[in-house]
């Protein structure tokens, strides 16, 4: 679990930068939900993962939450659609 919420937090943070493009700024509204999916595994992950192995799910429930902060950030930059 660990290892799949850090790769889709990468996937987001990529994203998360095409997103910062203004013209296509409106795809954060796809992209908050594309990272909470990313922070609910990671949250399942550090659940059923031993204490000394929770490091990749810690990393990835980081980055999707950095990523879902940005984006909400820049909607109200742009007022939702810029």
Known sequence: ???ISLVWGILAMIW???ALVPVIGI???????????????????LLFTRSGRRGR????????GIVIFVAIWRLGLGGGLI
């Open 1 to 3: 679990m660990g290892m």
């Open 27 to 45: 795809t954060n509204w796809l992209l908050i939900p594309f990272a909470a999916v990313g922070a609910i595994i990671a949250a399942v992950g």
């Open 16 to 18: 998360m930068v095409l």
């Open 57 to 64: 799910a810690k990393a990835g429930l980081v980055i999707n």
